[in-house]
């Protein structure tokens, strides 16, 4: 039988409290784990990504986090799964506030890698290399960790951001990027690469992956959340006011997630749910509402594309905005024009029938597309709308009568 040292003992604790498991007692922010609600019915999806970002907006807010770790701070976290196809990390990005006196917030920044290969899976830091301090001499451990030195006092409102980058080496090995921005009064950082961490695995590709899960029994989630500070920690909020925006990068353009949900899926620590953070997806300006009070574990938002027709003008108006969309118009002469963005204000030139087709991708997958038959007669038409699922399925038929709104090109 083997015989358990109190360090044994310690580390097993450790273990306990710091392993990203999905507690039922969630962060809270913006998710995208691959799901998304249509039609009543979840529809699974999966894509890659070069990049992911969250950006959050503090207004005010008054908080107090308890846990293992001592610390009023709140840890606004960016999450998200890295892999080769073979082997996977979880990396975090994760801001930390502190209240000072007065209304002034202490702002640092850190950043984790976990292998998650498979369950409870140690990193071999030979394998590793960045400017970690945590741990500083062992040959494994269960996770990275780089604490950036700089700490910045600021009153709000602040901007904070965090982003992690995935590319190759010339070498072949996984490289991990992680930046920090901040801005408020008297400072603006712009991004700032803060750690480069190079995993020694010889690879092919090297990507971040949304949908389904990893060996290690983790979601492939992208995630931009509040939580407690850290070691399982659960924030406590009492007033909170701000807004937040994920987006992952495809193809050097960054977009929205086709889908979000307000809870977390990976991370240890969470939100009270009574003292906690509800939000409310801004359909008009593209952004989450952040506010104290109970929070609402859902979807943010269902998508759907609305096509309309006003004075002399096709309007097309996406949810969500800044999503990847393809719009498809297919003009009275049979000539296709195809488009990128969420709001088009697109001119019509003549009378007749015109064929829209407005696609939603997640990464290079198609999910849903809403097509539309729109005829121009000189007076106010009606607009007949076939919404079609990928892959095919029954098509809903439905009467629009036209709306209208936004932005300019020309057919």
């Known amino acids: 039988m083997r015989t358990l040292t109190l360090t044994t003992i310690i580390i097993a604790i450790a273990l306990f409290i710091k392993l990203p498991l999905a507690l039922g007692i969630n962060a809270v922010g913006i998710s995208d784990n691959g799901t998304m609600i249509l039609n009543g ?26 846990g293992f770790v001592g610390g009023n701070v709140a840890s606004i976290q960016l999450n998200a799964v890295v892999t080769n196809g073979r082997y996977y990390y979880w990396v975090q990005d994760i801001a930390h506030l502190e209240p000072l006196t007065g209304s002034s917030l202490m702002v640092w920044f850190w950043d984790d890698l976990w292998n998650v290969s498979y369950p409870q899976a140690p990193l071999m830091l030979s394998h590793v290399r960045g400017s970690r301090v945590y741990p500083s001499n062992q040959q494994y451990a269960y996770y990275y960790r780089h604490v950036e030195p700089s700490i910045m006092v600021v009153k709000p409102p602040i901007t904070v951001g965090c982003m992690v980058t995935v590319s190759l080496t010339p070498m072949g090995y996984i490289n991990i990027s992680y930046y920090y921005m901040l801005n408020a009064t008297g400072i603006d950082t712009g991004w700032i690469r ?13 990507y971040i992956t949304v949908g ?6 983790l979601s492939n989630d992208i995630e931009w959340v509040v939580a407690g500070y850290t070691a399982a920690a659960q924030l406590y909020v009492y007033y909170w006011n701000a807004t937040a925006i994920l987006m992952y990068e495809h193809d050097g353009h960054w977009y929205v997630p086709p ?11 969470s939100v009270n749910g009574v003292y906690g953070i509800r939000e409310i997806y801004n359909e008009l300006r593209g952004f989450v509402v ?9 979807y943010l938002w269902v998508p759907r594309a609305i096509a309309s027709y006003s004075n002399g003008f096709l309007i097309i108006q996406p949810t969500p905005s800044g999503g990847k969309w393809i719009t498809t118009i297919i003009n009275p002469r049979g000539v296709a024009h195809r488009l990128s963005g969420s ?9 007749g029938r015109y064929i829209i087709n407005i696609t939603l991708y997640a990464g290079n997958m198609s999910i849903v597309t809403y097509s539309y038959v729109v005829l121009v007669k000189g007076v106010e038409p009606w607009l007949q709308t076939t919404l079609l699922l990928i892959p095919l399925a029954a098509a809903v038929v439905l009467l629009v009568k036209l709306l ?3 932005h300019r090109q020309g057919l």
Do not use: H, W
Not at 50 to 55: D, E, I, S, T
Not at 194 to 206: G, R
């Open 343 to 351: 709001a088009l204000r697109v001119k019509v030139n003549g009378t």
């Open 212 to 217: 389904g899960f990893n060996p290690g029994g």
């Open 259 to 269: 889908s979000a949900q307000t809870r977390s899926f990976d991370t240890g620590e």
């Open 41 to 66: 019915r979840v529809l699974n999806y999966s894509y890659s990504a070069q990049g992911v970002m969250g950006v959050l907006t503090l207004y005010n807010a008054s908080f107090t986090s308890v």
């Open 290 to 298: 952040q506010i104290n009070g109970t929070v609402n574990n859902t």
């Open 194 to 206: 803060y750690d480069s961490v190079i995993v020694m695995d010889e690879s092919t590709e090297a």
């Open 404 to 406: 209208g709104v936004r």
